[in-house]
Nanobody
Framework: QVQLVESGGGLVQPGGSLRLSCAAS????????MGWHRQAPGKQRELVAA???????NYADSVKGRFTISRDNAKNTVLLQMNRLKPEDTAVYYC?????????????????WGQGTQVTVSS
């Protein structure tokens, strides 16, 4: 009933910028916490940034001052602006959202994940 679709990944040189976007669609009533995670080859998935429905934010220490998370509640969208990218930022980036949706009979709350988008930082 709910899908998250990411876009905006790609190849960028060190020091460059990218903006990731994730849009939630379906019979959504509201979205609570939304966030971005990443997984590099051979490593565990880690939280990059998170944002509450009230727009309080939380960042991994490794991206503080370089990445900015934001959201548009009316569009059920979460963005990640990534500046001053480093080779160690290379990973598959996943968005996730805590969503309340309507099944047609009742309301349900569930955590959803996007399919992932590749970010490669290399010269």
């Amino acid at each position: 009933q709910v899908q998250l679709v990411e876009s905006g990944g790609g190849l960028v040189q060190p020091g460059g910028s990218l903006r990731l976007s994730c849009a939630a669609s379906g019979s959504i009533v509201s979205t609570n916490d939304m966030g971005w995670h990443r997984q590099a080859p051979g490593k565990q998935r880690e939280l990059v940034a998170a944002i509450t429905s009230g727009c309080s934010t939380n960042y991994a220490d490794s991206v503080k001052g370089r990445f900015t998370i934001s959201r548009d509640n009316a569009k059920n969208t979460v963005l990640l602006q990534m500046n001053r990218l480093k080779p160690e930022d290379t990973a598959v980036y996943y968005c996730n959202a805590d969503v309340v949706y309507y099944t047609g009979m009742w309301y349900r709350r569930q955590d959803y994940w996007g399919q992932g988008t590749q970010v490669t930082v290399s010269s």
